[in-house]
């Protein structure tokens, strides 16, 4: 059973950067889509990116422009970069392949 283990979050100001790292424990297989999803404080947990081989990355309108997901198969690895921050980005971020889930990771954006 493949576990997935987020890192990266953390408490960053507005126009600021941050970078998640999420890594599986088994292999991984690239025709699986991996991504990440968002939930903040009261509200639905929301996709924010997701990346699977074959297809161009899709990102949620809110975040594009801003952020950019990546993967590395051979190390079973999906990474989100995060840059121009806002506070309405503050969630946790769980990262997910196929129906795995993380634990997920704070991001706090003050203003």
């Known amino acids: 059973q493949v576990q997935l283990v987020e890192s990266g979050g953390g408490l960053v100001q507005t126009g600021g950067s941050l970078r998640l790292t999420c890594t599986a424990s088994g292999r991984t297989f690239s025709f699986i889509p991996m991504g990440w999803y968002r939930q903040a404080l009261g509200k639905q947990r929301e996709s924010v990116a997701t990346?699977?081989?074959?297809?161009?990355?899709n990102y949620a309108d809110s975040v594009k422009g801003r952020f950019t997901i990546s993967r590395d198969n051979a190390k079973n690895t999906v990474y989100l970069q995060m840059n121009s921050l806002k506070p309405e980005d503050t969630a946790v971020y769980y990262c997910y392949y196929s129906d795995i889930w993380g634990q997920g990771t704070q991001v706090t954006v003050s203003s």
């Open positions: 990346v699977v081989s074959g297809s161009n990355p």
